[in-house]
């Protein structure tokens, strides 16, 4: 297998953008071929949830290879769900490791403006069992909900830990100028003050308004390419050095522990293991938080903390800007946003800044190794990546 | 790189199923597990266009998993509109090449009865430019109709010409338990008679009925595993040795030469190239005619044939069962039908028997090359494979 190195990034705004979702996804691919100064590609990969849904087009990444000029290279749309994104970069590994392709360019692109936010979230409950949880109205904000709530009971877990990834995540975000929501928020404001109630309702009870990621149009842009290449180009070396993937039961309520998150610990430790590095050995990571309630579990079940003390590191500080382990840095789906297919290339993109030293209000100081989790259904499908800044 | 071997393979019939969508992806996946006489894979793509816009199912990949008891093995849905089954086996390719992964398996899974034809062809008009071609109208039949009307006139292929395809391909699906269509027709029943206007009405003049594939629901399994654990099963060894793709412009009237299908000439190269195979080796194939012209300018563009000279070869008699080059045994879209994303598998899944010897009644005598031509969009995005029987 070949070394993959990421060779150029970019993201548009996370935000409300006018321009349709082929253009979502060619503007930042324009800006990351750019960034790695190159003109061709050998493959392309569009990581897309909705577009045969929400935005009645097909054939995305068809679209896409010749809105930019790139053909005759192949290309493929990708879906996973919420982790669409990191299935595409994954793809996009294996096309260089495995030495069929030199030159891989993955974009993940999400256009959720076509409908409001109710329509969204019905959408994204396209993603649950059609007859074991759909049928019944279950949507991803009643599944974490509930999740939630088990949580709490099992684990010590408070209303005020929840708020503090909400208030934490803003405050990274109100540093990242792409970042969807730039609005500072703070425990006494969403949970404590009279207010609270009518600022910050409740959605899915225990979860209210800003336990929940916003619904964003957006994309973003990742070039992989072979060591030789990357070296050529004189960029720094940012290698894909760990790809982890693994799947759990589709309903939830399957599971024989709701609570244990199994895909998120599998491929954890695949991407770890390939990588070579420990959990510990992490500098920064980017983790899945449309909801509050799963940075903590993530947080856990990756490995940096252990299983129910999340929130105490959280409490603590050490995931913190400033902390021992900053967890997204970004602003996380919770403050830079959510467009569903885009998420885990926007991860892949704040970590490639972090470990360049370009992430400029929010660096983290000598970041070398980081780290992905793209939670994809109620965590039936997830995907990490490792990445390694060498020398 | 490491070789490439499909272990099993297997179909549902191409035709009306009353079962939901991810039952049609786990019941051909059932019994290629069994074909190759495993339990266990490391990965599944399934391949699939309408699950979110059709049948209001994404996350399709992570349903199929868990219903196959597969689960943790990670999962991606494919999209490449009708070519997405040949671009999954690519990933498949890719992920055991690579060594990431030894025993992949690859489903191609399309239902299409939730839809009309008038909604199926909307549906598939998704593929085309959202803004340049789909909100003028633009179907695929019409687009195909007109590219029909240009050859015609470029290379003298005639109404005739169209019906031997569909005569063909329908006597061949006669043969095929799978296919969708069993229905002998003849030239002189389709055209020359009186009642043809009426049996074979004009669709997008010059195509008619019956030179248009019907809508299929159905699926279609091919498991992929290294040259190691194929040797293990003691199975024919059948090499996916070559694996081509290349793209064109989204829009059929951006190209220069609008009878010129250079995707296909493109991908066509690669998968001889990779495979060390010419086009006068391949004794099967498998071309994507969804419209009967497609069949005869597929079979000039890969090779088999010179550019404008397909007719000539069809009405010699060379590509029929008995003929020099078999293309289509199973039927082809035309008559073993064409489940959207299903059908670069079922592609697959035909060269598979026919290359083991297992095809039956369309058996091409010692068989030991072959090769499939999937078509996604129209033409803008195709996927070419190349198949070797080792001893």
Redesign the interface.
């Known amino acids: 297998?070949r070394e993959v190195y990421a060779i150029g990034s970019a993201m548009t705004s996370f935000s409300r953008l006018e321009y349709?979702l082929?253009e979502i996804a060619a503007y930042p691919a324009m800006f990351a071929m750019q960034d790695a100064g190159i003109s061709k590609i050998d493959?392309l990969y569009v990581a897309n949830?909705?577009?045969?849904?929400v935005n009645?087009?097909?054939?995305?990444?068809?679209?896409v290879?010749?809105?930019l000029s790139?053909?005759?290279?192949?290309?493929?749309?990708?879906?996973?769900?919420p982790a669409s994104g990191a299935?595409a970069l994954?793809?996009g590994w294996?096309?260089v490791?495995?030495?069929?392709h030199d030159v891989v360019m993955v974009i993940g692109a999400e256009r959720m403006r076509e409908v409001n936010n109710l329509e969204a979230t019905d959408?994204?409950a396209?993603?649950t069992?059609?007859?074991a949880e759909?049928i019944y109205g279950v949507t991803l904000p009643s599944l974490a909900g509930m999740f939630t709530r088990l949580y709490m009971e099992k684990y010590g877990v408070t209303a005020r830990h929840l708020a503090m990834v909400a208030v934490k995540n803003h405050g990274n975000a109100c540093l990242n100028p792409f970042a969807h929501l730039h609005q500072p928020i703070t425990v006494e404001g969403i949970i404590d003050s009279p207010e609270a109630m009518t600022n910050n309702p409740f959605v899915a009870d225990p979860l209210r308004f800003f336990d929940c990621c916003p619904v964003s149009d957006g994309g973003a842009c990742v070039i992989l390419a072979s060591a030789e290449t990357a070296k050529k180009l004189g960029k720094p070396m940012i290698r894909l050095a760990g790809?982890g993937?693994?799947?759990?039961?589709?309903?939830v309520h399957e599971r024989a522990e709701p609570t244990d998150l199994?895909?998120v610990r599998?491929?954890a430790r695949q991407a770890f293991k390939m990588a070579g590095v420990k959990p510990s050995d992490v500098d920064v990571a980017e983790l899945h938080d449309a909801f509050t309630i799963l940075e903590i579990v993530e947080s856990e079940e990756v490995g940096f903390f252990k299983k129910g003390e999340g929130h105490l590191a959280l409490e603590r500080g050490d995931t913190a800007l400033t902390g021992k382990l900053p967890i997204n840095t970004s602003g996380g789906l919770k403050g830079k946003g959510h467009p569903v297919g885009a998420t885990g290339v926007g991860q892949a993109h704040e970590i490639i800044l972090q470990l360049r030293g370009d992430a400029g209000k929010r660096q983290v100081k000598n970041a070398k190794i980081g780290f992905t989790c793209n939670f994809?259904?109620f965590g039936?499908?997830v995907?990490c990546l490792t990445f390694i800044r060498e020398k």
């Open positions: 297998m349709p082929s493959h949830m909705g577009g045969g849904r009645g087009q097909t054939g995305l990444a068809s679209a290879v010749d809105s790139l053909t005759p290279a192949g290309a493929e749309t990708i879906e996973n769900g299935s994954k793809q294996m096309a490791a495995s030495g069929l959408f994204v396209t993603l069992h059609p007859l759909y790809v993937q693994a799947t759990d039961t589709h309903c199994l895909a599998g491929a994809g259904g039936n499908n995907v």
